[in-house]
């Protein structure tokens, strides 16, 4: 009896202690299990998703973009949650996120949609398209990460943190390193994403790792945890992102415990950060830290579960296609072996590790790869490599100075061209310059005949005057006093008036020119004056001036004012029938002059018209207008100024 109870005793025992040990004990039962209850979790959940939009609640939005919005984050959310056990078919979810985020305009879908792609690719090994994908989402978010309506600044941040982690994986920690100082960057400037800026630490704590400033390196760690532990949202998704970030935080810290040789404490850790990893099936988190804890157990030499957790690790990789992670587990298997004396299986191992690396290499996937502690032939196999790798940069390297050579042979001869077309266009421009210089005389030239014309013209009527009056005295010989000493007024008006003519003369031929003076004029004052230039003809025909003038000042070239106001009243006078009126009206700015035409008097005259054309031209030419017009046998000529 007391044998049958003490038996009882150890079975309650043993069942307890499995039921509170099973994750660890049997680690490949564990994810078998956790896969099933993963994948029927969320299915379900995809499914309760997907009858809530095409059925039952689907007439619950209001508008077709709300409706295709939702598809857009369930078919992101799906993908993601299939992406690493089945990349294929979560690329075609990544397909239905572009269909859908497109009809929507949904931003954040899209960048999303890139985002899943570059897992995807990760996922299938084909780092190119990953790298590719990536790219693209980061030129996206940058193109709308100010734009508010966009809302995508935190999923910017998130892409920055992927491409880092991407850039890791093949080796590039220096590119890898500032992809995470601009996701800091963005997380903290918005501060709206706890767990963004948890891993933004988290990421710059590896950087000091690798620098070995285990210090700051710590620091980090503890801040990040800081923000896992309570700030970010406690079953925030299917995720539960604080739990799956603080087994980041125990992964890397147990790293920064094994270089100080603190073991015990780093095999905690690891087997706190492997709990909490594997709820959520992160294959390649989980590989790196059931390694990393191996490692320590072979330092340790209590290697009693090693092997297991190394199988494990390398069906794992095998199912997911990680070649990297592969390498690492027949790496580590290798040393177990070597440190339980099997050297046989170690080399078998190390063999194997070296094929797989130098794969990598040649499909390259990586850009450097660490050296092992093996013999001189494996070192020979490395430098024979790293000789094959120099022998294409260098060659690449040559085709870059071919294409830069061929580059500046084409800028040179696109630069010749186009210095041979500015040339070609200067000359035209020229040539264009010389002919409007040309035609610019021209009109000068023909300007100044017309004004020489026109001054001629006017020299006549005082030297007519002067004539007429000396063949008065010549054949009169009863002529008085008074009438002598009004001759010689007549003649001294008509000499001022011909020697101001001479003047013009002489002015435009010094300044080779017929440039306006524009000035302030009394128009009263000049019709004045010009009517004393003719009062010795007005006086001799019987003339009669009746004038309505109006007191005022206009703006204009006094010159050209002057010349085409004798001509008017010369033509009145010269025209008008003895004993007849002349009437002069001055308005604002119009004058007009109205009177008879002596008709037999006009045929007598020669060269008639010729002064009136070309003061017309001036006129027109300084924005004045002259009409001449007929009513009932009086002829009026009117000058609008301006």
């Known amino acids: 009896m007391r044998l049958i109870l003490i038996f009882i005793f150890l079975i309650s025992n043993l069942s307890v202690s499995f039921s509170k040990m099973k994750f660890f004990v049997n680690p490949i039962y564990f994810d078998s299990l956790n896969e099933r209850e993963y994948k029927s979790n969320y299915e379900l959940q995809y499914n309760e998703w997907l009858n809530s939009e095409y059925g039952v609640n689907k007439t619950n939005y209001k508008t077709k973009l709300d409706r295709d919005t939702n598809l857009a984050k369930g078919a992101y959310t799906y993908g993601l949650i299939i992406s690493a056990m089945n990349p294929i078919k979560a690329k075609r979810w990544m397909d239905s996120v572009v269909v859908y985020s497109q009809r929507a305009n949904y931003k954040r879908g899209k960048i999303s949609a890139l985002n899943g792609y570059g897992f995807i690719y990760a996922n299938l090994g084909d780092i190119v398209s990953s790298n590719y994908y990536f790219k693209k989402a980061i030129e996206f978010g940058e193109s709308e990460k100010n734009n508010p309506k966009s809302n995508i600044i935190d999923k910017l941040g998130w892409t920055y943190i992927y491409y880092g982690n991407m850039l890791i994986n093949i080796g590039d920690s220096a590119k890898a390193f500032k992809q995470y100082d601009k996701s800091r960057e963005i997380f903290y400037s918005v501060r709206k994403d706890p767990e963004g800026v948890g891993y933004a630490l988290l990421k710059k704590s590896i950087q000091f790792t690798n620098n070995s400033d285990f210090i700051k390196a710590n620091l980090y760690l503890d801040s990040a945890y800081q923000v896992f532990e309570y700030e970010v949202p406690k079953d925030l998704d299917f995720r539960n992102r604080h739990e799956r970030g603080i087994a980041e935080v125990y992964l890397f810290k147990s790293g920064i415990l094994k270089r100080n040789k603190e073991y015990q404490k780093a095999i905690e850790l690891l087997d706190s950060s492997i709990h909490l990893i594997k709820l959520y099936h992160v294959r390649n988190i989980i590989i790196q830290a059931m390694l990393e804890k191996a490692s320590i157990e072979i330092i340790m030499n209590n290697t009693k579960n090693t092997l297991k957790d190394i199988d494990y690790c390398i069906d794992l990789a095998i199912e997911a296609k990680m070649k990297k992670e592969l390498a690492s587990s027949y790496k580590t298997k290798s040393?177990?072996?070597?440190?339980?004396?099997?050297?046989?299986?170690?080399?078998?191992?190390?063999?194997?590790?070296?094929?797989?690396?130098?794969?990598?290499?040649?499909?390259?996937?990586?850009?450097?790869?660490?050296?092992?502690?093996?013999?001189?032939?494996?070192?020979?196999?490395?430098?024979?490599?790293?000789?094959?790798?120099?022998?294409?940069?260098?060659?690449?390297?040559?085709?870059?100075?071919?294409?830069?050579?061929?580059?500046?042979?084409?800028?040179?001869?696109?630069?010749?061209?186009?210095?041979?077309?500015?040339?070609?266009?200067?000359?035209?421009?020229?040539?264009?310059?010389?002919?409007?210089?040309?035609?610019?005389?021209?009109?000068?030239?023909?300007?100044?005949?017309?004004?020489?014309?026109?001054?001629?013209?006017?020299?006549?009527?005082?030297?007519?005057?002067?004539?007429?009056?000396?063949?008065?005295?010549?054949?009169?010989?009863?002529?008085?006093?008074?009438?002598?000493?009004?001759?010689?007024?007549?003649?001294?008006?008509?000499?001022?008036?011909?020697?101001?003519?001479?003047?013009?003369?002489?002015?435009?031929a010094k300044e080779n020119t017929t440039k306006s003076e524009i000035s302030n004029v009394n128009i009263e004052n000049e019709i004045y004056k010009v009517i004393n230039l003719y009062q010795n003809i007005i006086t001799t025909k019987g003339l009669i001036i009746k004038l309505n003038l109006e007191e005022n000042e206009i703006t204009v070239d006094r010159i050209y004012l002057d010349t085409i106001l004798r001509n008017i009243i010369n033509n009145a006078v010269k025209y008008s029938p003895?004993?007849?009126?002349?009437?002069?009206?001055?308005?604002?700015?119009?004058?007009?002059?109205?009177?008879?035409?002596?008709?037999?008097?006009?045929?007598?005259?020669?060269?008639?018209?010729?002064?009136?054309?070309?003061?017309?031209?001036?006129?027109?030419?300084?924005?004045?207008?002259?009409?001449?017009?007929?009513?009932?046998?009086?002829?009026?000529?009117?000058?609008r100024i301006g």
Request: proline content about 0%.
């Open 578 to 639: 003895i004993n007849s009126e002349i009437h002069i009206n001055s308005i604002k700015n119009e004058i007009s002059l109205s009177n008879k035409i002596d008709s037999e008097a006009l045929l007598n005259q020669k060269g008639h018209g010729f002064g009136m054309k070309t003061c017309m031209e001036l006129a027109k030419e300084h924005n004045h207008e002259i009409t001449i017009s007929e009513d009932n046998g009086m002829y009026e000529v009117s000058l």
């Open 335 to 508: 040393e177990y072996f070597k440190s339980i004396g099997n050297h046989s299986e170690a080399y078998d191992y190390l063999m194997a590790y070296m094929k797989l690396k130098e794969s990598i290499l040649n499909d390259d996937k990586i850009k450097s790869i660490a050296k092992t502690e093996s013999d001189v032939e494996n070192e020979l196999k490395i430098l024979s490599a790293n000789n094959e790798k120099n022998k294409k940069e260098a060659q690449l390297q040559k085709e870059q100075n071919q294409k830069i050579i061929l580059v500046f042979i084409v800028v040179f001869v696109v630069l010749l061209l186009l210095g041979s077309i500015y040339i070609v266009l200067r000359l035209r421009k020229l040539n264009q310059d010389l002919k409007s210089s040309e035609e610019k005389i021209f009109e000068l030239n023909m300007k100044q005949s017309k004004y020489y014309a026109v001054i001629s013209h006017d020299i006549r009527s005082p030297l007519n005057t002067i004539t007429y009056t000396l063949d008065k005295i010549n054949n009169d010989d009863n002529i008085s006093d008074i009438e002598k000493k009004n001759i010689i007024n007549e003649l001294s008006i008509s000499t001022e008036s011909l020697k101001e003519e001479v003047e013009k003369l002489f002015q435009i």
